[in-house]
């Protein structure tokens, strides 16, 4: 799928758009003739991402910044659509994670993760909103399975997860008459990313993970990047506040990480 045709090239704002499944996201739309911004919080990771995305041929900006700070979600997408026009598409990806029994969380390490998963989406949306291109625009949040699937070691990333998708739901009926689409993309085990890495540290782990995917794989930052293509494209002009899981059927099958049996409780801190 490609922007190459499109009279305007679609301008469009990956935040957490500097590793893993995000970068991936933000290399294909560069690869597709999309004008790319990428955010996160560590600014060589940013000054890397933006030197990929150009190798690509792509025009890129690239901006340091915290989910957790309204203001400065808020002004870099200013920067970023005075610099270029109104706003085509929004990825928030950004998210927090670590492995942890509920009765070892600490207060500040549950609230951490919902501050960047939960309340760092609601700032990315509300921050691009004066900026996004009406009617026409189209923002996709990535969640995760925590979201519907209760997981041992993970209540924080559940309880913020559950909240992006019912965000997406809710902000897709109020800002639908403007021409907004929102969705919710739910990828499954992803090769290589630092999720995976945390949930199913071992080679033995990984494979009890490939076991219960039908598909008999994991999933690549591709898989997920195609589907955003997809959701920004006009083929998906009448699809809003979908949450589409993109896992291989994984929680089809009624998945479940077994973290008991792979991570040890005590080797995790918030």
Same mark, same amino acid.
């Given at each position: 799928m490609s922007f190459a045709d499109d009279s305007l090239r679609r301008r469009v704002?990956?935040?957490?758009?500097?590793s893993g499944i995000n970068l991936g996201i933000a290399k294909s739309f560069a690869a597709s003739g999309a004008i790319v911004a990428v955010a996160s919080r560590n600014p060589s990771k940013v000054d890397a991402a933006v030197g990929a995305l150009n190798e690509l041929g792509a025009? !890129?900006?690239? =901006? /340091?910044?915290?989910?957790?700070?309204p203001e400065a979600v808020?002004?870099? !997408?200013?920067? =970023? /659509?005075?610099?270029?026009?109104?706003?085509?598409?929004v990825v928030s990806g950004a998210a927090g994670n670590f492995p942890i029994a509920a009765s070892k969380l600490s207060p500040n390490g549950f609230k951490s993760v919902v501050d960047i998963d939960l309340i760092g989406t609601f700032h990315v949306m509300r921050g691009a909103y004066p900026?996004?291109?009406r009617p026409g625009a189209c923002i996709i949040n990535i969640s995760a399975p925590q979201a519907f699937i209760p997981m041992e070691l993970q209540v924080h990333v559940c309880a913020a997860k559950a909240g992006v998708d019912m965000i997406t739901r809710t902000l897709a009926m109020e800002w639908g008459p403007e021409g907004i689409r929102v969705n919710s993309i739910i990828p499954g085990p992803i090769a290589g990313t630092e999720g995976m890495a945390r949930l199913a540290p071992t080679a033995e782990a990984a494979s009890e993970v490939i076991d219960c995917v039908p598909l008999r794989r994991m999933g690549t930052p591709e898989d997920i990047a195609d589907v955003c293509l997809f959701l920004a494209s006009d083929?998906?002009?009448f699809v809003s506040g979908a949450v589409?899981?993109?896992d291989g059927g994984w929680s089809a099958a009624?998945?479940?990480?077994?973290s008991e049996k792979r991570i040890d409780p005590d080797a995790a801190t918030p």
């Open positions: 704002f990956v935040f957490g758009g500097t025009e !890129a900006l690239g =901006f /340091a910044l915290d989910v957790r700070e808020a002004d870099a !997408a200013a920067s =970023f /659509a005075d610099r270029f026009g109104a706003i085509d598409v900026h996004l291109k083929a998906a002009r589409i899981p993109v009624g998945a479940r990480q077994r």
